[in-house]
């Protein structure tokens, strides 16, 4: 493609239905209705949301994703040639910005065809897709605008003969509490071909305790802010009343559990308004709402929770200094 020819019009299939954006108001009604309080981390990320994750992502203590773009970066054709890599299917791709590493090294093998990032914003599925057909003209891309948690039977099907990747980058699955982790990769597998396909999972690592607070609880306060955020998502879409400001940030780790938690803490007692929702939050003085838990993992851990959900490891990569994993695995036979 020469520089004046414009670029492939990638395509955007959006898997939202009217009203059914992010299930925001059901998640915050259940969330905040329960004795311990909690509001999903997907959640965080409206637009100001990914710019804070960004800076996040900058930060010297937030070491997750320098390590993980380190295998990407020194890794990738290595994973292209174990992989056969033909499709990627990125879930909750956000920019793709570590992803398109990957994908480079894939289109210079001359075995990528086609991009599928997957996300539940929709401004940032166009502006990723965009970005990707502009770099890779070669290349077909579909954005899919849906939740990955309840969407992931109608993901657009792979080519024939195409190896398909399905990637879960940046830690994300150690959202999930280990019943729902093991669900979601049982469900994940299910859009695995027994003898082509892989996916690519990647996973923080368990460490010392201060190098891991430290992730969540930046000397700049930039996560707080972040962590903040959802109670401003909650005020612009729903009606809410709360003064994020008010909010101390707290940031744990759980030693039996072997995860981080993001809390909020209520400093005094307080009675919110949720208007769209015809409710009022009570919370009492030091009371806590949870953000997010982000667990980190063992090899016994992550080998325990692949065969829970029918999938068996075939390769791990790591950063230099051991910090995070990026492991490829596919459906047991």
Request: hydrophobic letters at 40%; aromatic letters at 6%.
């Amino acid at each position: 493609m020469t520089g004046d020819q414009p670029a492939p019009e990638p395509r955007i299939v959006s898997l939202l239905g009217d009203g059914d954006e992010r299930t925001l108001a059901s998640d915050v009604r259940e969330g905040l209705s329960r004795p311990l309080k909690e509001i999903p981390p997907k959640h965080f990320y409206d637009t100001a949301g990914g710019e804070l994750f960004d800076r996040i992502c900058d930060l010297p203590e937030y070491y997750p994703t320098r390590a993980e773009r380190a295998i990407l970066e020194g890794q990738s054709a290595e994973i292209v040639a174990a992989t056969g890599l033909g499709e990627l299917v990125e879930l909750g791709s956000g920019t793709a910005e570590k992803t398109m590493v990957l994908l480079r090294a894939a289109a210079a093998d001359g075995s990528l065809e086609r991009f599928v990032p997957v996300d539940v914003t929709e401004q940032m599925v166009r502006d990723c897709a965009a970005r990707c057909a502009r770099e890779l003209p070669a290349v077909e891309v579909v954005g899919v605008v849906g939740d990955f948690g309840r969407h992931l039977d109608e993901i657009p099907g792979p080519g024939e003969a195409v190896p398909r990747v399905v990637a879960l980058l940046g830690g994300t699955i150690g959202n999930f509490e280990p019943g729902e982790r093991r669900q979601l990769l049982a469900e994940v597998a299910g859009l695995l071909r027994p003898e082509s396909d892989f996916l690519l999972l990647g996973t923080d690592l368990v460490k010392d305790r201060d190098v891991l607070v430290a992730a969540y609880d930046d000397s700049a306060g930039v996560t707080a802010e972040f962590n903040r955020n959802v109670l401003r998502v909650i005020n612009r879409e729903l009606g809410g009343h709360f003064d994020p400001e008010a909010f101390e940030h707290v940031a744990v780790w759980d030693e039996d559990e072997e995860w981080i938690e993001m809390r909020l803490r209520a400093p005094q007692a307080m009675s919110v308004p949720i208007d769209a929702l015809g409710m009022t939050v009570e919370l009492a003085a030091g009371e806590e709402i949870r953000t997010e838990i982000s667990a980190k993992f063992t090899p016994e851990r992550l080998a325990g929770d692949l065969a829970a959900a029918g999938l068996e490891p075939a390769r791990t990569f790591h950063d230099p200094d051991r910090l995070f994993a990026l492991s490829l695995s596919r459906t047991a036979l």
